[in-house]
């Protein structure tokens, strides 16, 4: 049987490019679990893979997509078994390993986990990796020993999708949200997830001094290079900032003033080889802390057809919150 699929390869000058076509169960790669595809997402890692505008796919040819949500149709692997809801964030599918951008998957069964109850393949896919590492970026912070009663906390990339989801997240769990981002026309969607102040990004994205006036105790950083360091520069005495991202650069152009004169802390944060309990965890608290109607609200729908634009759209920031295909 065949079925759709986005297929990413090059040429003998390494020249990258993509066909939407027709694949065979034959042509997936080895695994003990195989998929139904139900849901998908854009993430920017994905932008990336299928504009060529980084390295992601190291494997040719390969279907992109490192996200997905569906139903088990055969398992030889002891946790599953045909009918079982299940999410793949990671691991490197979509990467080395035939990913989400096809109707069908097969994957090892140790990368899956759980589909939660309170949440459809749609609505697992609206968070997808974006949210599950902004779920991940906050349970950081708790674990660092952070409160929201400490101060507030600055989500940097706010309207992007690890952004939108995790002010909608500290939001309900009570902190004070300062959200910046380059997009003015915004300010109303960030402030409905629970932003209680804006910022534009100019006021991070330069170069900046060492230190800067304290001015909060936490940061959700998807931005890095001279965002990064200035919010380090700018964190209150003893605070954490996570770090999950490189929408600006991948440097790091700051100093250990920070550190070594207000014991501010970097978090770093990994949700591709993160340990399966991790995500569990990580899964469990979204059940428990997402609020259904501001994700829904952060949620833009579309075909499967119109991937390769939206792939384009994210890595030239034109996307708000999360993208989700539905199968």
């Known amino acids: 049987m ?11 000058d390494k020249k990258q490019s993509f066909t939407v076509g027709e694949m065979q169960e034959s042509d997936l790669h080895e695994g003990d679990v195989t998929v139904a595809v139900e849901a998908t ?3 920017y890692k994905d932008g990336l893979a299928l504009t060529g505008k980084a390295p992601v796919v190291r494997k040719f040819p390969l279907v992109p997509g490192i996200d997905l949500a569906g139903t088990v149709t055969a398992s030889e692997h002891p946790d599953w078994k045909s009918g079982d809801k299940v999410v793949l964030n990671g691991w490197g599918v979509g990467e080395t390993h035939h990913g989400a951008y096809a109707e069908v998957a097969r994957l090892k069964g140790d990368w899956l986990v759980p589909l939660p109850q309170a949440f459809s393949s749609k609505q697992a896919m609206a968070i997808g990796t974006a949210g599950y590492t902004a779920m991940l970026c906050v349970l950081a912070l708790e674990d660092f020993g952070l409160t929201p009663d400490q101060g507030p906390v600055v989500v940097t990339g706010a309207a992007g999708g690890v952004g939108s989801v995790a002010i909608a997240l500290l939001a309900k769990l009570g902190w004070q949200v300062i959200a910046s981002t380059g997009r003015a026309a915004e300010e109303s969607y960030l402030r409905d997830l629970g932003a209680s102040e804006i910022i534009h990004r100019d ?9 800067g006036k304290e001015r909060w105790i936490a940061g959700v950083d998807a931005v890095g290079s001279h965002t990064l360091a200035n919010v380090l520069a700018s964190t209150r005495y003893g605070g954490a900032v996570a770090a999950c991202g490189l929408a600006q650069g991948m440097d790091l152009p700051a100093s250990v003033a920070p550190f070594i004169l207000r014991g501010v802390a ?7 080889m993160a340990p399966k309990a991790k995500r569990l965890r990580a899964w469990e608290r979204l059940a428990a802390d997402l609020d259904i109607a501001k994700l829904d609200a952060l949620t833009t729908t579309i ?9 384009a759209d994210i890595v030239d920031g034109k996307v708000r919150g999360r993208l989700v295909i539905q199968m």
């Open 2 to 12: 065949s079925f759709k699929a986005i297929i990413i390869d090059r040429d003998a």
């Open 266 to 272: 970097l978090l770093g944060v990994d949700s591709v």
């Open 41 to 43: 997402t854009v993430n």
């Open 203 to 211: 006021e991070l994205s330069a170069p900046g001094k060492p230190l």
């Open 303 to 311: 075909g499967f057809e119109a991937i390769p634009q939206a792939a």
